[in-house]
């Protein structure tokens, strides 16, 4: 009769524990560019600093059918420096599944950011056939191990920021674009107006005596300043 077998010992399980994720916050939000030389480019940036002294927020919308170069802000909203990270799949589109969308291809780098530190990318230009509401969107990959991106965006009519809802490492915002008829609709208004207004002059005071007395304004300007700096008049 054979000796009974002592029961084997069963091996100990090792756990292993993986390493905690980090989150890192970013801020993405989005730069529409009209092309053209210093003074067209300026035009926006003073229409801007207008509505901020007007509290009615830094508005600026692209307009169909017209090139725009489109970038992006990046800002390190978080309390750490955060790694490096690639930027692609861009896209500026309709909302809804199926709707017209432009994809940029190519892949873009941003390296490390201090907190509250901006870098600026550019994508590339553009123009569009669709109006309304689209939808602007990215993939944000950090090029750090257990590591991900958390986006945020930036509500341009009153400067509140908030997380941009999208999925870990991507970012998406809601953006206008403007109607090019209802822009060619605005400016005939805006010079009927000014027609309307110079017709009014004419008639109240005369225009020839209202550019006369303009000028007497300007030259006792002159008179004045020069006299200030010690010139005779």
Known sequence: M??????????????VTAPPQVEYQLLVVP???PPG??????YPWIRRSIRQVLKRGALEFPVQNR???????????????????????????????GGFRTLFLEEFQIQNLNPRQTT??????MTTPIEGVVWVNAEVTPQAPNAYIKSFQKDQGTGEIEASGSVVNG?????FIQPRLELQQARTNNL??????????EAVVGLKNMVVGLLHL???????????VGASP
């Open 31 to 33: 730069i529409f560019e």
């Open 171 to 175: 970012w998406g915002v809601g953006w």
């Open 218 to 228: 300007l030259q006792g300007i002159l008179l004045w300043a020069a006299r200030l």
């Open 192 to 201: 009927i107006a000014l027609l309307t207004l110079l017709l009014v002059l």
């Open 37 to 42: 030389g210093v003074l067209r480019r300026a």
């Open 120 to 125: 600026r990318l550019w994508i590339g230009s």
């Open 2 to 15: 054979a000796a009974p077998t002592p029961p084997l010992h069963a091996p100990v399980a090792t756990v």
């Open 67 to 97: 090139p725009f170069r489109l970038g992006l802000d990046v800002t390190n909203v978080g309390s750490q420096v955060s790694p490096p990270c690639r930027v692609r799949s861009v896209q500026v589109g309709k909302a809804e599944p």
